[in-house]
């Protein structure tokens, strides 16, 4: 069973940047879809970004601002959020395929 363990989270004041790393114990080459999720306090899971071989997909609060990558030579992905925000305030989980799923970094935004 491969395992994904997200870092790159911490606060930071608004317009600042981070960049999210996703990193699985195994091979992601079989996971067609990889993604980030996030849920803020009193908030439902909602999605911020996913990658397949066809391209990516963004959440609409997050296009033009946020990135997604992966790297399957180094079982990762990535997530670079720039121009941060208040509303980006949450905790952020990496996915495979919607299977499996990190255990999430914290990430928060506030002047």
């Known amino acids: 069973q491969v395992q994904l363990v997200e870092s790159g989270g911490g606060s930071v004041q608004p317009g600042e940047s981070l960049r999210l790393s996703c990193a699985a114990s195994?091979?992601?080459?079989?996971?067609?879809?990889m993604g980030w999720y996030r849920r803020a306090a009193g908030k439902q899971r909602e999605l911020v970004a996913i990658?397949?071989?066809?391209?990516?997909t963004y959440a609409d609060s997050v296009k033009g601002r946020f990135t997604i990558s992966r790297d399957n030579a180094k079982n990762a992905v990535y997530l670079q959020m720039n121009s941060l925000k208040p509303e980006d305030t949450a905790v952020y989980y990496c996915?495979?395929?919607?299977?499996?799923w990190g255990q999430g970094t914290q990430v928060t935004v506030s002047s």
């Open positions: 990658i397949t071989n066809a391209g990516t």
């Open positions: 195994g091979s992601t080459n079989s996971f067609y879809t």
């Open positions: 996915t495979a395929n919607y299977v499996v």
